[in-house]
């Protein structure tokens, strides 16, 4: 497999304060740990490019746009909500997060690798059409899967959320519309409040979005069968073009932000299991990004686990 991967010291600059949870140390942390494994020099890496305002708006409303620039430029200490903390930087590192992972898509559209990951961050898939919350500026995986469409001519595209906390950004962007399938495995009722069994999509997608609440204290069994009975079944009945996951880690036994009980090695399966979908349906392509956790060594090594997973080399222990 080439695997292809992106990041930045630059993602540093977004600082979020003292005491928050999405704080520079995630990837400062993780990129550490992956440049200590022996087959870190064995990925591809793409270089990080801020996008162009208008990739932005491809899902999101020009309004909020304006907001986070004028914000950002004033030095306001949070964007629209006060879990979004930022800096006068934020509003560029936001760009740049959004488009590390449009290069990363080319990258894997255009066949130059199979598939790749982008350690980013703000995170994005709790940012709405025309609001940004829990973290997130604006939703990276969202204006990825709009621009290849418009851009590589995808005609199916397949997102998979992993995260803790469900997608609500996500889903509703995508809730209507049926050539984006939105699959969630989060806690619930957890935040934001959203993600019920019965959110199925509405008008021509309904049936297009999927939702799998997990309970506080659900772990590696309960995920394996949800796995198993709908999100894998689901994935080979849409057969899609390209897979892209919202690949959060704060499911992990040790994450603060969470109670659900997975184990590092579970992050290695689930990834497994999603390649063997990519390698029957969508020549293995699969995007993955960055979105949260909280615990510092549980999300390096998950992260760890999960790109050597898709390099075909040995998980991190």
């Known amino acids: ?88 930087e934020s509003f560029d590192i936001a760009r740049l997060a959004a488009g590390s992972v449009l290069a990363l898509a080319d990258t894997i559209a255009d066949g130059t690798a199979d598939n790749g990951f982008a350690l980013v961050r703000p995170p994005g898939h709790h940012a709405e059409h025309d609001a940004a919350m829990g973290f997130c500026l604006f939703n990276n995986i969202a204006i990825a899967a709009r621009h290849l469409q418009r851009h590589h001519g995808l005609n199916k595209i397949l997102i998979l959320d992993w995260d803790v906390h469900h997608g609500n950004g996500t889903q509703h962007l995508f809730e209507e519309d049926p050539s984006v399938f939105y699959i969630s495995l989060h806690q619930y009722p957890h935040y934001p409040g959203t993600g019920a069994r019965s959110e199925d999509g509405i008008s021509r997608g309904r049936g297009a979005t999927l939702n799998c609440p997990m309970t506080a204290g659900a772990g590696n069994a309960e995920y394996t069968q949800a796995f198993s009975e709908k999100v894998l079944p689901a994935i080979n009945d849409y057969r899609p073009e390209m897979i892209l996951v919202s690949a959060g880690f704060d499911a992990h036994q040790d994450d603060p932000l969470g109670s659900i009980n997975l184990s590092t090695e579970h992050y290695q399966w689930m990834t497994e299991a999603l390649m063997d979908c990519a390698n029957q349906h969508c020549d293995n392509r699969i995007l993955s990004v960055l979105e949260g956790g909280y615990h510092l060594d549980a999300l390096a090594h998950s992260v760890s686990a999960h790109i050597g997973t898709l390099a075909g080399i040995s998980a991190d222990p």
Not at 24 to 36: D, I, V, Y
Not at 41 to 67: G, Y
């Open 1 to 88: 497999m080439k695997t292809a991967f992106t990041s930045d010291r630059r993602f540093l600059d977004h600082d979020t304060g003292s005491g928050h949870p999405e704080r520079p140390a995630r990837l400062s942390h993780t990129l550490a740990h992956l440049k200590a494994q022996p087959w870190f020099t064995q990925l591809q890496v793409t270089a990080a490019s801020a996008c162009d305002p208008d990739c932005l708006t491809s899902v999101h409303d020009a309004a909020l746009v304006e907001r986070a620039r004028t914000s950002c430029t004033r030095g306001l200490p949070y964007l629209d909500t006060p879990d979004v903390a930022i800096s006068r």
